[in-house]
């Protein structure tokens, strides 16, 4: 359901299902085999390290960086064991987001909740993924933060990779989304293009109509 070079936005309300579904895309969650496909390949009793061998990164909710470690070690741990060839290296993310290069010697915890998501970002990159999981990435912090990282998106895209977007925010998701789908209680109820898709259609999908 997700092709080369797309961006697809996964929205819902608080407790739709939109991380579970990001983690058994990951490999965090056990699956049955079949449940995910990449590539048409059965990927989905694999453990998160082999699916992110494969190319899939998440961007987890809440962001989860190692307090302990710096911005820099932080990022660092997102190609471990894993040099990939690729776009994306502690320069080119230094270049996307330059504000990490001023901080790479400090703790991850010091900084601002927006900086902290571009480590998060930032450390599924260093993978060179060609899919990017980001789940609320834009959760808890101010309009201007968010656009800034928003910002990011076209160069990630250009870098290849495809991208998911998990936002409660309908607005933010119809703007950067080829496709939405909508879930609700652990199930899609809505799926298509943001030109073809009506306001009220997305409320009914998002909170549900009840007769
Ligand atoms: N398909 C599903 N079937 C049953 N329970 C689910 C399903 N998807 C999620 N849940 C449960 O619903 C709760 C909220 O899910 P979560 O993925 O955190 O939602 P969201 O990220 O949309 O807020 C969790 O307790 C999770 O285990
Ligand atoms: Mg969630």
Known sequence: MLEAGETIAVIGANGAGKSTLMRSIAGVVANEAGQVLF??????????????????????????????????ENLLIGCYGRQVEGAWSLDAIYDLFPILKE??????????????????IGRALMSNPRVLL??????????VVIR????????????????????QDIGQALKVA???????????????????LTREAIHAAYFGVHA
């Not at 080829?178 to 799926?191: A, F, S, W």
């Open 39 to 72: 590539d048409g390949e059965p990927i989905g009793a694999l453990p998160a390290a082999k699916v992110m061998a494969r190319g899939i990164a998440m961007v987890p909710e809440g962001r989860r960086l190692f307090p302990s470690l710096s911005v820099e």
């Open 148 to 167: 800034d990282i928003y910002a990011a998106l076209p160069r990630i895209k250009a870098s290849g990779a495809s991208v998911v977007v998990v936002e």
């Open 178 to 196: 080829d496709r939405v789908y909508c879930m609700m209680e652990g199930r899609v109820t809505l799926e298509g293009e943001p030109s073809g």
């Open 134 to 143: 980001c789940d609320e990435i834009s959760l808890g912090l101010a309009p």
């Open 103 to 120: 901080r790479r010697a400090s703790p991850g915890t010091a900084l601002s909740g927006g900086q902290q998501q571009m480590v998060a």
